[in-house]
């Protein structure tokens, strides 16, 4: 029997029940709110146009309060979302374990559990990915490797956006290679859980977090602590995560959402930054606050958002003060603080879309060996420990974009630019166009041209040492990239499928990197003349029911930088992933109503990456490729009273006890055995 499809123009306040009830395909033709990435067109399914009755269905407003990335545009651009429905059952146990396994991304871990990754997409530089959290930039202007240093607990997150190529036009310029939001606090009932888990070398975790739902009032609160005495010499952390988080509705302030987080680790940094001095130690403090919010009208909304986020950082380039070499006299310190805020209008047609929309945004560090001089100034670092900074930079970046979308039965157009400010480059303008044809309704073709450009990091200009010169003359790096790629999505009877495939090239100008002489031993930031990208992305997505069998997710990566290197030795952008496969499997070993369900999820990935990096012995040596293999095993049980879910699980990392180097010569810990439960009240 062929499904009814029943067509909606606009909600109107009428009973949301319906949707239960009618048993039949529902097709929205514009609604009316502000979109993240996921509520948009193609992000995790691929709405079609077509009408086959027109119909008048009184509706409730369905009320959506999710984070924003302004941009109906995800039928046009390369859109992957990550869903905790899966990521619940995988051997996971932090954000950045998350984002391994995700497609077009490069996750290179210096100490696993969350201690420090570097990421990129599509072999950009570890600088060049926007990290936003439920909307807000939360990037780090002094460096890209603390803009994973969030202070929200895997447990927090309900999903994951990626976006995959260039968003300056719309994001600003840390979106130079894509951008990556996390999104929290999307509870919709009374709960709160407890977890702990333990593993080896001395590995332990507890967390609770709890959510609260009154009316049109939600609030999320969690706090988790993690330490670990390390796999190997130096490798011990202890993180301490607290997150809090409010979302409300009224008529007054819109569509309202809250939220500050405060994170603090010390770790064993063994050979993070140099392998001539492997006894290296880090402490890092990161607090972030925001409020944001969307109005709503008929055919407009409004979406104003202003947000602060502070990062303290002491580095020892020796662990023990004492053994340190008389021209090594103290730390380096670090305090940097961002505020900023934009304004987004959004007006809603028949035809498409019009975004208009302002931003501001400050960045300033006072540090030891970055910045600009000053007066000796006194700051406390912690509690015990104060620090006298004698650096200093400031700079202020402001923002105007316009973007306009076009929709009609088979074809999605957006075209738009962005003008920048900033006190130190001056004037710069980035623009773009995306094109979506959809001739059936299962298959949709895009294609876009987009470009792009990002200031250098304080760290790029300002950050000398024995081994680093810094170059106060960088200019901005940018990129013009064509990306084209065909989605295809279906839904079968007791299961769907989901397929992408994607090819870009990314022309880069002026490419800022750490560079040096095979033979030298000083590193310098440069700009470098040009380094195109050139890549491909296959995505499979099956989710169903056959046999034991619940879902298959698998992706390749393929990556190819043309550069102009000039004999240079690469720290950061020479040295990327060509070739990366990602293979998760989840199926189904027992199932009995009253026993509960015991399950596994197999994940395997291969990396094969291409530059090099200088050995303890001072050679050059290229990297080895290598394969991992991870597993959890479940057991989850139900219940209808007080106590809601009980889950159980062991997981095993790196199966096959693999030594392997993410970066440089920092070896990574081997098999690792791990357990734990979650409980569910």
Not at 574 to 599: C, M, P, R
Not at 634 to 657: C, E, G, P, R, Y
């Amino acid at each position: 029997m062929q499904q009814e499809t029943l067509f909606f123009k606009r909600w109107s306040k009428k009973g949301y029940a319906s949707f239960v009830s009618m048993r039949r395909i529902v097709r929205i033709g514009v609604l009316s709110m502000g979109c993240s990435l996921l509520t948009l067109p193609g992000a995790s399914t691929f709405a079609a146009t077509d009408r086959t009755t027109d119909r008048s269905v009184n509706l409730k407003d369905v009320e959506v309060i999710a984070p924003k990335i302004e941009r109906q545009d995800a039928m046009t651009r390369t859109v992957t979302v990550i869903n905790n429905d899966i990521t619940n059952a995988m051997p996971l146990a932090t954000i950045d374990d998350m984002l391994r396994y995700a497609s077009g991304i490069d996750l290179r871990q210096r100490g696993g559990e969350g201690v420090q990754s570097d990421i990129s997409i599509r072999g950009g530089g570890i600088d060049q990915t926007q990290i936003l959290l439920n909307g807000i930039n939360i990037s780090d202007p002094q460096t890209g490797h603390y803009n994973l240093d969030i202070p929200v607990s895997l447990s927090d997150v309900d999903r994951i956006e990626i976006l995959e190529g260039p968003d300056s036009r719309s994001l600003g310029s840390n979106a130079f290679a894509g951008a990556i939001n996390i999104v929290t606090g999307n509870s919709n009932s009374n709960k709160a859980k407890l977890s702990y888990r333990l593993g080896d070398h001395g590995l332990h975790q507890s967390q609770a977090s709890a959510s609260l739902v009154t009316g049109k009032t939600t609030l999320l609160g969690s706090v988790n602590y993690n330490r670990c005495d390390g796999y190997t010499t130096n490798t011990d952390f202890d993180i301490f995560n607290a997150f809090l988080q409010c979302r409300l509705q009224h008529k007054w302030s819109g569509n309202m959402n809250i939220q500050t987080g405060f994170q603090t680790k010390g770790f064993g940094a063994q050979s993070f930054y140099s392998l001539a001095y492997p006894n290296q130690y880090e402490k890092t403090t990161t607090i972030l606050s925001s409020v944001s919010t969307t109005y709503k009208l008929e055919h407009f909304t409004l979406s104003p958002q202003v947000y602060w986020r502070g990062h303290l950082d002491r580095f020892d380039l020796f662990r023990d003060i004492s053994s340190a070499p008389t021209w090594y006299q103290q730390a380096n310190y670090h305090q940097t603080n961002v505020i900023g805020g934009d304004i987004k209008g959004c007006h809603y047609e028949p035809f498409g879309k019009t975004s208009l929309g302002i931003s501001f945004r400050s960045e300033h560090i006072y540090s030891t060996v970055i910045g600009d001089k000053m007066d000796s100034l006194q700051v406390w670092f912690d509690k015990s420990e104060h620090a006298y900074f004698d650096k200093e930079k400031r700079r202020t970046l402001f923002g105007a974009f316009i973007d306009q979308g076009f929709q009609t039965k088979h074809w999605t157009t957006n075209i738009g630019g962005k003008w920048n400010y900033s006190n130190d480059f001056g004037h710069f303008f980035t623009g773009g166009g995306d094109i979506g044809w959809s001739p059936f309704r299962a298959i949709h073709f895009f294609t876009s041209v987009n470009q792009a450009l990002r200031l250098p990091t304080f760290t790029e200009l300002y950050y000398s040492s024995k081994d680093h010169l810094p170059n106060n003359d960088l200019q901005p790096e940018r990129s013009l990239t064509f990306e084209a790629g065909i989605k295809y999505n279906y839904n079968f009877s007791n299961s769907t499928l989901q397929a992408r495939a994607t090819a870009f090239y990314r022309k880069g100008h002026d490419i800022i990197d750490w560079v040096k002489i095979p033979d030298e031993t000083v590193w310098k930031s440069l700009n470098h003349t040009q380094i195109d990208a050139v890549g491909c992305n296959t995505w499979i997505n099956w989710k169903g029911s056959l046999g034991l069998l619940r879902e298959i997710l698998l992706s390749y990566d393929l990556t190819h930088l043309d550069k102009d290197a000039d004999g240079y030795q690469s720290q950061y952008a020479l040295d990327y992933l060509k070739h990366k496969i990602a293979l998760t499997i989840k199926h189904n070993i027992f199932e009995q109503s009253h026993l509960g369900v015991i399950d596994a999820c197999w994940t395997a990935t291969f990396s094969d990456r291409e530059g090099l990096f200088t050995a303890t012995d001072g050679t050059a040596q290229s990297y080895s490729p290598f394969t991992l293999l991870n597993v959890r095993f479940s057991w989850h049980k139900n219940f209808d009273k007080n106590l809601q879910a009980i889950t159980i699980f062991i997981d095993v990392d790196n199966l096959t006890n693999n030594h392997y180097y993410d970066y440089g010569g920092i070896r990574q810990a081997g098999l690792w055995a791990k357990g734990g439960f979650n409980i569910i009240f």
